[in-house]
């Protein structure tokens, strides 16, 4: 059950759509002067070293962040969203570095308002990412904007809502290690609508040759036409990476994955359309690669 780690994926290509939808959807909600609570119901350990034993051994920031960054002569090259993105995640390290890469909860603490009174529950059940997280958290002197805690998100959400400020964001990220987690997610947004309906609603899943995963936004969308809410659905594939000469092709890897958001900001429409084209150009590597937006 706890053999998955973020560290091993930090700034792939997940990352990239997961993170760039996360930045858009954050602007636009702190534009409101209401205190905006936000839930992220699989927090990982929060920040995490691109050079690091991890994310080193598996090299899958090099078809991420890394190569977006390469790929671009300047930020001024990039759509809105994605020099956000960029620019976020520059804030982490050293002028023309990029060591550390920060996750969900690092990248929506620096967005969140301490004057608005902003709140971020984090949970993580992962006995190391856990302790991993609460060290990262309390490094950022944030009080009692940040509350980091040891469950499994998908139960500690039913508390979470409605928040007092009738404002909430809920990122649902799990490994999906297990089977399971599939069920849960449409479980969890079930539920969520019905204790609070006007909140936002961010999921991101693999896209892979499961049942339980190609089925997964067919659920979601059923969920939240049933409930009358509008609903955004945007993928990115890479493709397949081509063999080097005198390799054997190895297996794919995860190649493609999407964000599925209810309840999404009239403006983040208008960015994917035009950043994803830029990511699958930047990105892509042949065979298989494309993106995909639907909204109702």
Known sequence: MFSYRHAFHAGAHPDVIKHTMLIAILRHLTQKETPLAVVDTHAGAGLYRLDGDYAGTSGEAADGVIKLVSSLQSLDDATPAVRDYLEVIGGFNAPGQLKVY?????ITQQ???QEARDKL???ELHPTDS???AGNVAQLE???QVSVVRQDGFEGLKACLPPPSRRALVLIDPSYEIKSDYAKVA???QDGLKRFATGVYAVWYPIIP?????DLPRRLKTIANKAGKPWLNATLSIGQAPARPGELQHGPGLTASG???INPPHTLKGAMQAALPQLEQLLGRGKGQGHTLESS
Do not use: C, D, T, Y
């Open 102 to 106: 920060p996750g969900s909860p690092f």
């Open 111 to 113: 967005l969140l308002r």
């Open 121 to 123: 529950k984090l949970f």
């Open 131 to 133: 302790k991993s997280l």
């Open 142 to 144: 944030a009080g009692r």
């Open 187 to 189: 479980a969890a947004i």
């Open 210 to 214: 499961r049942p339980e995963a190609h």
């Open 259 to 261: 964000m599925f958001v």
